[in-house]
């Protein structure tokens, strides 16, 4: 029987790779596999799709050879840039990468943005295997009438701006507004709500930047609306980070008991852990609460609460019609069942007063490069189990494989499986044979085109900087945000 990955890797497809035709496929099977060539891999991206799918190649084969190239000067994607500050133990995961960039059998290649810098075609031709991992960068726009009113922002921005991405260090978002409204009800739009009801003092020692930390300070926000179209069954949030919003300092939930009514029995039926989200949910809602809570909730000087079936219509402006000032919300109700339940406008609106509006609506991938496929619909590149269909030698991992939904763990799951199905291509002989010059060709290409691939030793030193301008603040890192600054620090 023909290898399972001749029914989507085409003849056509094939030929236009320029393998030499008169070789057999089980003869580059046999090639690799007397292990004399060195698999020259290479990985889009250095966030845990990147780095998990390198960290499975490298221990799955003696003598792989895998390089990461990455658009920022630095290396971990959304763990650095993405994972809430005060969730420190998460970036634990830093560790495992660390240890496998500092293999002798990786290379690490930051400020190279694949696309632009170096096209992908050209990383093919330079290596046996290309992983694209370069997760989801954009935001999912809400469509609709004044998003694009100073005051409104999207969660990825905003995200970005406390977690000292360069491109968002400018953000400085307005607080002197006493209502936020998030859209959305997933675990970002909770970080979110979390990190501008915090007490800044609670958050001095963490590795936010001291310009947001600067801005919390100041901030008079006082309530924050976490809104979903759907109803509480729906919501795409999860029990540790609800927990953690109920139990945050100087603040009290405002959960409207009508929302929950006729739920106790239907979630009987539910997974264990939906279930438990439920009643701690309905628990927080329905109960009343023992004296100490009813006291700190009286005491509380800022406030949360989640608002149901209702979905964003038009972001409505201040008088002056310069900035934001309440978003028109309409009113939805529920058809349908399952996981196919949708929301539908009902034709009533509600005006909800507010002066700023953070869209978490979830992220979405970008097209890397006219040569790979993409499913705009989807936001993901086309694949099966990680191969991408119709491009032989190319696979993909992470958010830009399965899309913008999973935690670290599930892309973990996801890399490796991309991994697996590449050794097994290469090990039957179904990746191109004879040797390719891997990084060489392409540091002489960055070379000829005047860009600087940052090293991870360079990364290291640039660590070392962030943790000493840390330090004299008692934080563990102070993150440098400038590019400009972090290369002339490593001498360019
Ligand atoms: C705000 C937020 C908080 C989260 N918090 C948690 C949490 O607490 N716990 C948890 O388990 N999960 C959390 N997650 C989920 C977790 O971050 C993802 O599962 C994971 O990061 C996805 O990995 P990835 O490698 O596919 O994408 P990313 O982490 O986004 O990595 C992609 C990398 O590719 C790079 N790249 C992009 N384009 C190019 C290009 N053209 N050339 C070269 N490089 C490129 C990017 O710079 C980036 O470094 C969070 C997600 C978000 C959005
Ligand atoms: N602490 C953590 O572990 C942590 C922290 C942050 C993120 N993450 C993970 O990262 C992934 C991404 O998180 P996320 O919060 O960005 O996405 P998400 O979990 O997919 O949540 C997106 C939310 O936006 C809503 N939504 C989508 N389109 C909408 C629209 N047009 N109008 C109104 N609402 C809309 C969704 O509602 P519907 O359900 O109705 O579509 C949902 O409530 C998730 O898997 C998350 O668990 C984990």
Redesign the pocket.
């Known amino acids: 029987m023909a290898p399972r990955c001749w029914r989507w890797w085409p003849w056509s497809s094939w030929t236009r790779t320029r393998l030499p035709p008169s070789r057999s496929i089980q003869n580059f099977g046999q090639h690799f596999s007397t292990q004399e060539q060195t698999p020259q891999i290479c990985v889009v991206g250095s966030g845990p799709a990147g780095f998990y799918t390198a960290q499975h190649l490298l221990k799955h084969h003696s003598r792989a050879h895998v390089d990461i190239y990455e658009k920022q000067l630095v290396p971990f994607g959304l763990v650095r840039f993405g994972v809430a500050p005060d ?1 420190p133990e998460v970036k634990n995961v830093i560790n495992t990468f660390t240890q496998t960039a500092r293999s002798d059998r990786c290379a690490f290649y930051g400020n190279v943005e694949v696309g632009r810098d170096v096209t992908v075609q050209e990383l093919r031709d330079a290596y046996h295997a290309v992983v694209l991992s370069y997760g989801a960068e954009d935001h ?1 726009a ?1 469509d609709i009438p004044g998003e694009e009113l100073p005051g409104v922002f999207s969660a990825r921005a905003f995200v970005g701006w406390y977690n000292g991405l360069p491109e968002n260090r400018e953000l400085a978002p307005d607080l002197s507004c006493d209502t936020a409204v998030i ?7 909770l ?1 979110v709500a979390r990190i501008l009801l915090t007490p800044p003092d609670h958050l001095e020692k963490t590795d936010i930047t001291e310009a947001a930390l600067g801005a919390l300070r100041q901030s008079r926000v006082k309530t924050v609306w976490i809104v ?3 109803g509480p069954l ?3 949030f ?1 029990i540790k ?1 609800l927990r953690e919003m109920i139990q945050l300092p100087g603040t009290r939930p405002m959960l409207d008991p009508v929302d929950f009514l006729g739920l106790q029995d239907r979630i009987k039926e539910a997974a264990r852990p939906r279930k438990r989200l439920m009643e701690l949910l309905l628990r927080t809602a329905t109960e009343k609460p023992g004296v100490e809570e009813a006291a700190r909730r009286a005491s509380a000087s800022r406030a949360w609460g989640l608002r149901f079936f209702r ?2 219509q038009q972001v409505l402006p201040s008088p002056d019609g310069w900035r934001v000032a309440g978003i028109r919300l309409a009113v939805t109700r529920l058809e349908g069942i399952g996981e196919a339940t949708r ?1 539908v406008p009902t034709g009533d609106v509600e005006d909800l007063p507010c002066g700023l509006v953070l869209s ?4 979405k991938s970008r097209p890397i490069d006219p040569s790979v496929p993409f499913d705009p619909k989807l936001g993901v590149i086309p694949n099966m189990e990680g191969r991408v269909v119709d491009v032989p030698g190319l696979y993909c991992s992470g958010w830009v494989k399965r899309g ?4 670290i763990t599930t892309t973990m799951t996801d890399s490796f499986l991309t991994g697996q199905i590449l050794l097994q291509d290469l090990r039957a002989g179904h990746l191109p044979s004879g040797p390719r010059p891997g990084s060489v060709a392409i540091k002489a290409l960055l070379d000829s085109r005047g860009v600087w691939p940052v090293s991870f030793s360079d990364w290291e030193k640039l660590d070392a900087e962030e943790v000493s301008r840390g330090q004299a603040l008692g934080k563990p890192r102070e993150k440098l945000l400038d590019p400009q600054e972090m290369l002339q620090l490593l001498g360019h």
């Open positions: 969730h999912q809400l859209l959305g009800q997933g675990n970002v739009a970080d979903g179209r759907r729906q919501v795409a999860t980070e979905s964003p929301a978490s609506v979830g992220y913008p939904t999973g935690v």
